[in-house]
């Protein structure tokens, strides 16, 4: 069964550096989304990507976010000086073109981000 | 004011039980509703849509009420592998963002 992919699994970094999370959709997948999920809280939009460039994004997704589509299949979520609160575990999903956009999303396994 | 609203739970129940989770949403042009289900610390996997009409899928059974903007999902002969957190997920029209409620928590016991 074709999956979305995450990685790493876990990344620890130190507040003020730039960590790129990396994420390999679903390869007939056109639609791309980052969410998070902060330690005991509910899962949250950050953002979703077609064609080349972001179609949504929620208040969260401030000026230190950035997504990527780096090449034919990766796609990625850059923070760029990071912060204590931006810990969490980071999803990535897919879901295919559809009108009525009632196709299932897709999630990968996750990143844990730890901000030291 | 929270877009989707679940009983945190937890819900502890015996195999076998038949539970009922409910949840209601505040956006009325809400046009698409689901089930998640999340194991600790993995990922959500859908559960299930739900129609209007409401709909099965094998023990489970879920319904929308879009004049209550309710939703329910029904766990009939509950086994130990449905302790998971049932989260209530609804997409707005024009919209492909998901908007996920904090879960209802399960735990079957033996």
């Known amino acids: 069964e074709p999956e979305v992919t995450q990685t790493p699994s876990h990344q620890v970094t130190q507040m003020g550096q730039e960590v790129i999370l990396r994420c390999v959709p679903i390869s007939n997948h056109l639609y791309f989304y980052w969410y998070r999920q902060i330690l005991g809280q509910k899962v949250e939009f950050l953002v979703s990507f077609y064609n080349n460039e972001i179609s949504e994004k929620s208040e969260i997704f401030d000026d230190q976010f950035s997504v990527e589509r780096p090449d034919g299949s990766n796609f990625t979520l850059k923070i760029r000086s990071t912060k204590l609160e931006d810990s969490a575990m980071y999803f990535c999903?897919?879901?295919?073109?559809?009108?009525?956009?009632?196709?299932?999303?897709?999630f990968g396994q996750g990143t844990r981000l730890t901000v030291v | 004011r929270k877009e989707v609203e679940q009983d945190p739970g937890p819900f502890n129940v015996p195999e076998g039980a038949t539970v009922a989770f409910n949840c209601t949403y505040s956006?009325?042009?809400?046009?698409?509703f689901f089930w998640y289900r999340q194991d600790c610390r993995k990922e959500p996997k859908l559960l299930m849509s739900v129609y209007s009409s409401g709909n099965e899928d094998g023990r489970f059974t879920a319904q929308l009420n879009r004049a209550s903007q309710y939703i329910s999902l029904l766990i009939r002969d509950s086994k130990l592998s449905d302790s998971a957190t049932y989260l209530c997920?609804?997409?707005?029209?024009?919209?492909?963002?998901?908007?996920f409620g904090s879960g209802t928590r399960l735990q079957v016991q033996p």
């Open positions: 999903a897919s879901s295919e073109w559809d009108r009525e956009m009632n196709t299932e999303a897709f």
């Open positions: 997920v609804v997409r707005d029209t024009g919209r492909r963002a998901l908007t």
């Open positions: 956006n009325s042009a809400s046009q698409s």
